[in-house]
């Protein structure tokens, strides 16, 4: 079983080094280096040096590490990844798969900004749960790159955190372990759900990836998107009313820790949002949350729908969401 862990943000030790050293070589010698927290008149006077930038972390030949690679790297600190044992014992009695990917593709990370991203599966995780809602496996697999030659720098930086080398170093085959998922997809009960958040991302990652025979078992299990904005009404009433601003002005559905927090979720979850397993777990919160509240019908993801017609006017655009979002 995989263990799941909450970790706060924080800076590495080598940035906590180096940003002394910076300051001290652009800061004007009537200023300490000890007293650079940013007061007004201490920004001004770096400001008025001639070729000298008030931000250090931009010097040229400095690059701090990322959010998500600072986080990968303390995530690895007290996790693994699982690796692929061929011939294991599956779980059979299961209901839901609840499953998140990172792929290459920088792009592939946005749920709806393009319809056909090319990106591939580089991390998998999955958890399955019986009609109790127990947990039974929870696996998180690193794939060596299969489908792509080298891992979008964006996506290593923004994405997930995850460079070539280290799929290349730690990753497991990845037709094994989508041929382990698939197999267990094979297994899903007619009345059980496959659920992602941004489940329209995760079909084209995974059309991607698959082979044609793997396809036909993925296509044909049902599945649920925890992302899709019409289930959105549900939310507690006060959650609404106080973020009726964001509601009113997203574009598509709610992004994963903050929908996480909507519902009463753990907010330190949020922060690892560039882990997979993390999202799985935050995942099946929220689902966890709707399937109380929402119609078996409500929960069933449909990859073609019916296209409708926008108001033309904001005023009307602004009531359309209004009533569908119950705000």
């Known amino acids: 079983m995989l263990a799941l862990h909450n970790h706060n943000i924080i800076c590495n030790s080598g940035s906590a080094i180096l940003v002394p050293l910076l300051y001290q070589q652009i800061l004007p010698p009537n200023m300490s280096s ?12 770096i400001a008025a040096v001639p070729n000298r930038s008030p931000f250090p972390m931009r010097l040229k030949g400095f690059i701090r590490p990322s ?23 599956l779980p059979s009695s299961f209901k839901y798969v609840v499953v998140h990917t990172k792929s290459h593709q920088w792009l592939s990370s946005l749920p709806n900004l393009h319809d056909r991203p090319s990106g591939c599966i580089v991390e998998i995780a ?16 690193l794939l060596k790159p299969q489908g792509y030659d080298k891992i979008d720098q964006k ?14 170093k730690l990753g497991s085959d990845a037709n094994s372990v989508l041929s382990e998922f698939i197999t ?17 991302r995760e079909n084209v990652i995974f059309e991607n990836s698959l082979n044609s025979e793997q396809l036909i078992v993925w296509k044909a299990v049902p599945k649920c998107d ?27 559905g709610v992004h994963i820790s903050r929908l996480h ?6 907010q330190k979850t949020g922060i690892d949002v560039y882990i997979a397993s993390v999202c799985v777990q935050m995942t099946w919160n929220i689902y966890s949350y709707y399937k109380l509240h929402a119609s078996d019908a409500e929960l069933r993801w449909q990859q073609y729908k019916p296209k409708r017609m926008l108001p033309s006017s904001y005023g009307a655009q602004l009531r359309a969401k209004r009533m569908k979002y119950g705000l």
């Open 34 to 45: 000890n007293n650079v927290d940013a007061k007004e008149d201490d920004t001004k006077s």
């Open 126 to 141: 999955w958890m399955l749960f019986d009609e109790k809602d127990n947990c039974i496996e929870s696996k998180q697999y």
């Open 155 to 168: 996506a290593t930086t923004d994405s997930h955190g995850i460079t070539t080398e280290l799929a290349n």
């Open 67 to 89: 959010q998500a690679q600072t986080l990968r790297k303390k995530w690895q600190g007290n996790n693994q990844w699982d690796k692929y044992t061929e011939g294991r014992d």
């Open 226 to 252: 925890t992302y899709e904005d019409s289930l959105v009404k549900y939310l507690p009433d006060d959650i609404k009313k106080k973020n009726k601003s964001h509601l009113e002005n997203m574009k598509f």
């Open 261 to 266: 927090d909507y519902i009463g979720g753990d």
């Open 184 to 200: 267990i997809l094979e297994k899903l009960p007619q009345d059980g759900l496959i659920v992602a958040h941004g489940m329209k």
